[in-house]
């Protein structure tokens, strides 16, 4: 396993973190079969693990704490809020104050501890304005609850909104940010993964193997999650040509459709961290090994150019050669501007990774 940082907060956490949606009652899978799978992350190195209260109405968070009684500081343990807990209750849901609190203590009484490491907010709530749900979250980091606090699903002028008003009120700014990510959902790189550089946020990808689309299963008319959805049948549809060149990146590789896929996401600009989601032992193996998986310059340039999205306004009308010599000056090649690792550049591609 190899580590990066939580973004300024200097916590080491794995390349590649463990979601537990899986863990519910809801999917019906033996305890086991739980055990097993921490225990083979953990082997491996693993120390990030994701949960949420809602994840099978909290019983994932019970699974959870159990499993990690006497070595919860081995790991660094996440939770989400934000979702509606009881039906009929107006204020089991959203991400103000009220439901933050009554969450948060349910959420520590399952997981059978007396902090978290982090905080998510699980998805933008508009009723509840950004400076209060801010504040509200300081105060349970001052209270010593919560270590640091996350976002997850909201739009990147949000994001940056909070984390500049943290900043200049001395409270605590997001240190992470978790969106869907992966070689068929990429206009995540439009604002949110060059707003997660400018904050030095680690971007948590959920989905990235797309609801298991990007094993190559489907093609192989084999059964899954997607067996029903309407936009297409048994998991194939729009997105198929993606699919098939990373099986086929995948067979010239050596390596599984996933493990390309896997190894895709941590050869981003920025500090990406995959979040694994598995219902078998052999499917975690096989994920864990992407982090040994070397994807040559040729095979990441065809992925790139079959997934690739257009960056839409104003990105796009910016990089045009006329708009970019009247904005950097004719001689814009000549600087170089030495501030960042990741730069912001008029180039062609919409940012690229200065070396």
Request: hydrophobic share 40%; glycine share 10%; aromatic share 8%.
């Amino acid at each position: 396993m190899r580590y990066t940082l939580l973004g300024r907060t200097g916590v080491r956490i794995s390349r590649l973190a463990l979601g537990t949606m899986t863990f519910g009652d809801d999917w019906k899978l033996p305890g086991s079969v739980h055990e097993r799978i921490l225990g083979q992350y953990a082997d491996a190195g693993g120390n990030f693990i994701d949960t949420a209260n809602e994840y099978g109405d909290g019983s994932a968070e019970t699974t959870l704490g159990k499993l990690l009684a006497g070595h919860r500081d081995r790991f660094v343990l996440s939770t989400k809020y934000t979702m509606q807990t009881h039906p009929g209750d107006p204020n089991s849901s959203g991400n103000h104050r009220k439901n933050l609190v009554r969450s948060l203590e349910a959420s520590l009484r399952r997981l059978g501890t007396d902090h978290l490491d982090v905080l998510w907010v699980h998805a933008r709530d508009t009723l509840t304005p950004v400076p209060e749900v801010m504040r509200a979250l300081d105060d349970q980091v001052r209270a010593g609850k919560v270590l640091y606090v996350g976002v997850s699903d909201w739009p990147a002028w949000e994001v940056a909104q909070a984390n500049t008003l943290a900043e200049l009120r001395d409270w605590s700014p997001f240190a992470g940010l978790q969106i869907r990510y992966n070689l068929l959902e990429r206009t995540v790189e439009r604002e949110l993964l060059p707003m997660a550089q400018a904050f030095d946020l680690p971007v948590f990808a959920w989905g990235p193997l797309a609801d298991g689309r990007l094993t190559g299963k489907y093609l192989r008319s084999e059964g899954g999650r997607l067996d029903h959805v309407a936009w297409g049948q048994g998991g194939r549809g729009p997105g198929d040509d993606v699919v098939e060149e990373t099986v086929r990146v995948a067979e010239a590789a050596g390596l599984s459709p996933a493990q390309v896929a896997l190894a895709w996401l941590l050869s981003r600009p920025g500090n990406v961290v995959p979040l694994l989601g598995a219902t078998k032992e052999e499917q975690l193996a096989d994920n864990l090994a992407a982090v040994d998986a070397v994807l040559e310059d040729e095979w990441l340039a065809r992925l790139d150019e079959v997934s690739r999205v257009e960056p839409g306004f104003p990105h796009d009308f910016l990089r045009f050669p006329a708009m970019r010599n009247a904005i950097y000056g004719d001689r814009w090649q000549q600087v170089d501007d030495l501030r960042s690792t990741v730069r912001r550049v008029p180039a062609d591609d919409q940012y690229t990774t200065a070396r």
